[in-house]
């Protein structure tokens, strides 16, 4: 799990000497290696989305983990898996920054996880600059029609709307009503 700049790029260091060392033994490769991205699944990453994204390709929000770590909760864990929410302000706001951070520098920013494959929150994930999401294929078709039925204009003043709140309660409302009212 990547926290700082510096892992980035001690990981490019090995990733392109690697590629050097296949080279020298003959194995074909392209001329451009395939981008390095970085998983964003930790508050420490979120916030220093700004200087990672200086070291990085892309990004892949993993809004499990974000979720878990940010929240202190193991959705695996019964006792306390109900305190889970991808939706709480504290990960939407980790995850807006992440977002941020790599929209400024015209880097691809995706979103992975459960969030990704629920067409519920695609309004929230679009208006906040999300293009890419990464799901499990069962989840594709009900997705894309999600996606085929929105105005980008209106799932950014959503999400505007979304990330004033405060009250975890009030977002599930927002989010649950996108649609059977104007945003």
Known sequence: MVTNPSEVKQAREIYERVAKRLKRKGVHLP????????????????????????????FAIGTNDLAMYTLAV????????HLYDPLHPAVLRLMQSATEAALRLRMPVSVCGEMAGNPRLVPLLLGLGIRSLSM?????????QAVRSLDISDCARFARRVMEQSDPARIHELVMGFGTEKA
């Open 31 to 58: 001329d451009k290696l395939p981008d390095l991205g970085v998983m964003i699944e930790t508050p420490g990453a979120a916030l220093a989305a700004d200087a990672i994204a200086l070291e990085a390709d892309f």
């Open 74 to 81: 193991d959705r695996a864990e019964a006792e306390v898996s």
């Open 136 to 144: 499990n294929a069962s989840a594709i078709p009900r997705v894309k």
